[in-house]
């Protein structure tokens, strides 16, 4: 992966015109073919060339991805003699000659690694060729060099001066502060800047107050959790309870609600793919997709804030709708209003979290539904089971825009691949319960395309039979130690910031024991977790 240092330079190339390079006389010649090794480009036609008036070597002049080979050649002026040093790092191979000998070389297929190579120059000009070879994407390429005396390396590449320590001209003000604007971008995005590597250990009272109040606020502590911290107090387990009591009856903990929603139930990609158009243009012209992220998050506060058991996510009598939700999804006259309202449900297909239409259209693609993406979805996110990725070289199931046959007939051909039976023996029944409800989560019993019927029955791989939505959720309760584990990993991740490790099983299995004596509430959970040792360490 190409480092993000270098992403932001190199994007930030083309806004610098003013700048002069530190390459005099670029020119650049491009050459095609799959090279596993630099080859003899003198021997080579090449395929494009021109000028490079900036002065830096750019490889984005191929305007290719993969599989090309570009050469640079023009003049370096050495501000005195002495002993230089040239770096480069590339991916794949490279080598920098100056005057006709080859100064740095990396050859081959690899990574971008950094190389450096010493030389001897006389004041002056010289002659600079650099070849470089891609073979398939991504790729990356950057140089610099090191004066005599200087511990600096300068880069002639992507969009530092060369010579940027000497006394500017007063024109060219301008432009230096330009360069020195990116340089401090490139340090902002770099991940030594956007990491803190530290050695594991028990965090300290202020580094405590700073995890819980990004935990449940995403923002800064408060000035009662600095003073607890520095008073030492924020250790103790019963001072940390009436913290998370006193943070969850804040109106900032609205932020907890929304984004750990957002990250458990995959609701960032709810927008990707709108529905539109037809019999969706309502989605569009009601600006429905706000309610349908404020109905899950209305949902899951009324979970937290009444300490319900988890089972309330799987199925319950209640949801939250309004006049437009209530109308165009639920099909239901009765409600009136903008606001979302607590609502009554005599339906028993429609109740719990999973169901709602924020999810439905999450887990579609604005076209037509598919269990797959709905059945990776509950192993994912609900279960902790993700299926493995389908093989590279098979290709992904195609979208039926014409409605010609159902998604059941076409995973029934796609299931007739060896390599691909398997997990959607996992994945399909999963899926195939959600199937009544269309792209936007409203209840149908037919396909619309093809006029037939909606057949949702499925067998898992243990051999339970499932008809429909409602003896999937029967399921899914009866796994709810699963789906406490799923969760209580998912919110583990989301305060800690980091993923869980194998050796983080022991804590994970304790705090599990813990809810369970305690119904597996979720408001409990969250007091849990931040009294567990994977929150309280780093």
């Known amino acids: ?98 005057d006709g000998k080859k100064v740095v070389e990396h050859d081959g297929l690899h990574g971008q690694e950094l190389r450096k190579g010493k030389v001897e120059l006389k004041e002056g000009p010289h002659d600079i060729r650099v070849e470089y070879l891609a073979y398939g994407a991504p790729n990356g390429f950057r140089a610099g060099w090191t004066e005599p005396g200087s511990n600096h390396a300068k880069l002639s590449v992507e969009s530092l001066r060369q010579k940027e320590n000497r006394k500017p001209k007063k024109e060219t003000l301008p432009t230096l502060i330009r360069a020195m604007q990116d340089g401090y971008a490139a340090i902002l995005c770099s991940p030594q800047f956007l990491y803190l590597k530290e050695k594991p250990g028990p965090l300290d009272d202020f580094a405590i107050a700073s995890r819980l109040s990004y935990f449940l606020w995403s923002s800064m502590p408060d000035g009662q959790l600095l003073d607890l911290a520095k008073a030492g107090k924020l250790q103790n387990p019963s001072e940390l309870d009436r913290q998370v009591e006193r943070m969850l009856k804040d109106a900032k903990a609205a932020a907890f609600t929304r984004h750990f929603t957002s990250a458990w139930l995959r609701l960032d990609k709810l927008g990707k793919m709108p529905p539109s158009g037809g019999d969706f243009q309502f989605y569009k012209n009601l600006k429905v997709e706000p309610m349908l992220l404020k109905q899950v998050t209305t949902y899951f506060e009324e979970v937290l ?70 059945g990776t979805w509950v192993l994912e996110n609900i279960l902790g089971t993700p299926p493995s990725p389908p093989p590279p070289d098979i290709e992904p199931l195609p979208t039926d825009t014409r409605g010609a046959v159902t998604i059941r007939e076409r995973l029934d051909l796609h299931r007739k691949n060896e390599s691909c039976s398997s997990c959607h023996a996992k994945i399909d029944p999963m899926g195939f319960a959600f199937e009544n409800f269309d792209v936007v989560g409203r209840w149908r019993d037919r396909y619309r395309g093809v006029n037939k019927p909606i057949d949702t029955k499925s067998t898992t791989t243990t051999g339970r039979e499932i008809s429909d939505i409602v003896e999937f959720k029967e399921m ?63």
């Not at 209530?326 to 297909?349: A, C, F, M, Q, T």
């Not at 709602?356 to 693609?365: D, E, K, L, R, Y």
């Not at 022991?506 to 994977?534: P, T």
């Open 476 to 538: 899914l309760k009866e796994r709810e130690p699963q789906i406490v584990r799923c969760l209580t990993e998912k919110m583990l991740t989301y305060a800690t910031g980091r993923r869980l490790e194998p050796t983080d099983r022991g804590e994970i299995n304790r705090i599990i024991g813990d809810l369970g004596k305690k119904q597996n509430r979720l408001r409990d959970l969250v007091h849990f977790v931040v009294k567990s040792d994977l929150f309280l360490n780093k």
């Open 305 to 374: 804030n009444t300490n319900s058991r988890i089972s309330q996510f799987i199925d319950s009598d209640y949801t939250y709708m309004n006049q437009v939700l209530g109308k165009w999804i639920y099909r239901r006259e009765d409600i009136r209003g903008s606001r979302l309202r607590k609502v009554k449900l005599n339906d028993p297909r429609r109740g719990g979290i999973f169901t709602q239409p924020g999810i439905m259209t999450a887990t579609a693609n604005g076209v037509d539904t598919s269990p797959v993406i709905r």
């Open 1 to 98: 992966i190409e480092p993000f240092v270098q992403i932001v330079l190199r994007q930030q190339v083309d806004p610098l015109v003013e700048m002069a390079g530190g390459i005099q006389d670029l020119t650049y010649r491009v050459y095609e073919g799959k090279c596993s090794k630099l080859p003899e480009f003198d021997t080579l036609e090449p395929v494009a060339q021109g000028k490079l008036p900036k002065g830096y070597l750019d490889i984005k002049a191929a305007k290719r991805n993969e599989y090309y080979g570009i050469v640079f050649e023009g003049k370096i002026d050495a501000p005195k003699a002495g002993e230089y040093t040239f770096e480069m790092a590339s991916d794949d191979g490279a080598r920098i000659l100056i």
